[in-house]
């Protein structure tokens, strides 16, 4: 099985590796906590199970098939994907999207969004990387979110703790404020808002420039830092015909990085933004967003319009009844 092994990639908890499930023949992916991450490998597959209360592909979640130990490690499965939204940007060379394709994009983690409210669920580790593309060649821009090793329903949240992606972190969680899915929401908003600008809108060094920068956006001025608000991020678009989408894709921006939580948008709202409006027709469920947009996008060449800190680098992070060992059998691979 050594020689068989192959590992698609590798986290604080553990490696993600291709398997063949030989009953059906079918590629799962199945992760492998690392022994010293036992208690995070449980707590995600409590996640899991909750998670397994909504339809996975209705809402554009992580199908879980099952888990088991082998070897004193937590393994999980997972139906199989193609490539993170970072791999795929990263092939791009980290250039902006289309506003069609953001919308596209937008779309399905907006449902994402909505399914896991209804459970009461905050996945708190949003990022390109736990965003996965489907299958790119038969399914163009289908997503689903992935990796909740950091989720917590709302009622178990406490104040004070640090746990999101510094890169992604929400106002309240920065202050210290009581949480809940809200905090979602606005890292939704920030990545999309990174997908559309090409680079990081807020400086990354630490959490105080970061608020610095908030202050900046809600009109109380910090005049020694250079910071891009929402009016100039309408002038990076290039393509013509589009100014009333832009402005509809503004407006749903700042409500989605509303700094209160109190005010910002919630999914069923955002839903029904008019930036997703075709025409007078919306798309019809939560899986036809490729109605929007699913022609593969095109790499476009250099136009200077991307400055900020340059997207070109990750930034890191810092039971349930036990299956038996022999189920690892069913599954040829890695492990």
Request: net charge negative; with cysteine.
């Given at each position: 099985?050594?020689?068989?092994k192959k590992?698609?990639?590798?986290g604080?908890?553990?490696k993600v590796a291709k398997?063949l499930?030989?009953?059906?023949?079918?590629h799962?992916a199945?992760?492998i906590?690392?022994k010293?991450?036992?208690?995070a490998?449980?707590?995600?597959?409590k996640?899991?199970?909750?998670?397994?209360?909504?339809d996975?592909?209705?809402?554009?979640?992580?199908?879980f098939?099952?888990?088991?130990?082998?070897?004193?490690?937590?393994?999980?499965v997972f139906?199989?994907?193609d490539?993170s939204?970072?791999d795929y940007?990263?092939?791009?060379?980290?250039r902006?999207l289309?506003?069609?394709?953001i919308?596209?994009?937008?779309?399905?983690?907006?449902?994402?969004l909505?399914?896991?409210k209804?459970?009461n669920?905050v996945?708190?580790?949003?990022?390109p990387?736990?965003?996965?593309?489907?299958d790119?060649?038969?399914?163009?821009?289908?997503?689903?979110?992935?990796?909740?090793?950091?989720?917590?329903k709302?009622?178990?949240?406490?104040?004070?703790?640090r746990?999101?992606?510094?890169?992604?972190?929400?106002?309240?969680?920065?202050l210290?404020?009581?949480?809940?899915?809200r905090?979602?929401?606005?890292t939704?908003?920030y990545?999309?808002?990174m997908?559309?600008?090409g680079?990081?809108?807020?400086?990354?060094?630490?959490?105080?420039?970061?608020?610095?920068?908030l202050?900046?956006?809600?009109?109380?001025?910090?005049d020694d830092?250079?910071?891009?608000?929402?009016?100039e991020?309408?002038?990076?678009?290039?393509?013509?015909?589009e100014?009333q989408k832009?402005?509809?894709?503004?407006?749903?921006?700042?409500?989605?990085?509303e700094?209160d939580?109190?005010?910002?948008?919630?999914?069923?709202?955002?839903l029904?933004?008019?930036?997703?409006?075709?025409?007078?027709?919306r798309?019809?469920t939560?899986k036809?967003?490729?109605?929007v947009?699913?022609?593969?996008?095109?790499?476009?060449?250099?136009?200077?319009?991307?400055?900020?800190t340059?997207?070109?680098?990750?930034?890191?992070?810092?039971?349930?009844?036990?299956?038996?060992?022999?189920?690892?059998?069913?599954?040829l691979?890695?492990?």
């Amino acid at each position: 099985l050594d020689q068989q092994k192959k590992f698609l990639g590798e986290g604080t908890y553990g490696k993600v590796a291709k398997c063949l499930e030989m009953s059906t023949q079918k590629h799962v992916a199945i992760k492998i906590v690392k022994k010293d991450f036992e208690d995070a490998g449980e707590d995600e597959i409590k996640a899991l199970i909750e998670l397994s209360k909504i339809d996975a592909d209705k809402y554009n979640l992580v199908k879980f098939v099952e888990w088991f130990h082998h070897n004193n490690h937590v393994c999980i499965v997972f139906d199989m994907l193609d490539q993170s939204l970072y791999d795929y940007l990263e092939k791009r060379g980290f250039r902006p999207l289309s506003l069609r394709t953001i919308r596209c994009l937008a779309w399905q983690l907006l449902v994402a969004l909505s399914g896991l409210k209804k459970i009461n669920m905050v996945h708190f580790d949003i990022k390109p990387d736990n965003i996965m593309l489907v299958d790119q060649n038969a399914e163009p821009l289908r997503l689903k979110l992935i990796d909740f090793g950091l989720a917590e329903k709302v009622e178990d949240l406490e104040m004070g703790i640090r746990i999101q992606n510094i890169c992604f972190r929400a106002p309240e969680v920065m202050l210290g404020l009581p949480l809940d899915e809200r905090l979602d929401m606005w890292t939704v908003g920030y990545v999309l808002g990174m997908l559309y600008a090409g680079f990081y809108f807020y400086p990354q060094d630490s959490e105080y420039n970061i608020i610095r920068a908030l202050f900046e956006k809600t009109g109380q001025k910090v005049d020694d830092f250079d910071f891009w608000s929402f009016d100039e991020l309408k002038g990076l678009y290039s393509e013509k015909n589009e100014a009333q989408k832009v402005e509809e894709f503004m407006d749903l921006l700042k409500r989605m990085l509303e700094v209160d939580p109190n005010k910002r948008i919630s999914p069923d709202e955002a839903l029904q933004h008019p930036l997703f409006k075709l025409g007078k027709k919306r798309p019809q469920t939560p899986k036809e967003p490729a109605q929007v947009h699913q022609e593969p996008e095109p790499i476009p060449a250099t136009d200077g319009r991307r400055r900020g800190t340059p997207w070109t680098g990750r930034q890191s992070v810092a039971g349930p009844q036990s299956h038996t060992q022999s189920l690892s059998h069913s599954y040829l691979g890695a492990i």
